[in-house]
């Protein structure tokens, strides 16, 4: 009676290891999800990267979209389509109309003249 239930015991164990071996056999590893999301990211940055000194406000707006809140004429954050959470901002060299007391304005033809740093931000909401 001993034998039979310390076998019992052993066949128990070796199922359950082997269901476990294999359920983590067919999940992705830790390392090819991190490889993934290190990829993401890389492709995000290269993305906002890809915003240079004398681009227009044109060509700035279809890479990237504008965050919430409140923005002026310039400076202008930006925040990455795929992820709002990657930003950047971007000064712009703009007109003013003098006929209305030197108000700024918006022109799809401003010319980039400063970038930050990307950066990591809560979005914001309108």
Not at 6 to 26: D, E, H, K, P, R
Not at 51 to 71: H, N, P, W, Y
Request: glycine letters at 6%; hydrophobic letters at 35%; charged letters at 30%.
């Amino acid at each position: 009676m001993k034998r039979s239930g310390g076998f019992s015991i052993v066949m128990g164990c070796v199922a359950v290891l082997s269901a476990t071996l294999l359920y983590a056999q067919s999940q992705p590893t830790a390392s090819a999800k991190d490889k993934d999301h290190t990829r993401w990211v890389e492709m995000c940055l290269t993305d906002l990267e890809a915003i240079k000194i004398g681009m227009t406000r044109a060509e700035v707006e279809s890479k990237l979209q504008m965050d919430g809140g409140l923005q002026a004429v310039s400076p202008v954050r930006f925040a990455h389509p795929s992820c709002p959470y990657f930003k950047l901002d971007v000064e712009f060299e703009f007109q003013r109309d003098a006929s209305d007391q030197n108000r700024a304005v918006r022109g799809r033809d401003d010319a980039v003249k400063r970038i930050s740093r990307p950066y990591v931000e809560r979005p914001y909401i309108d």
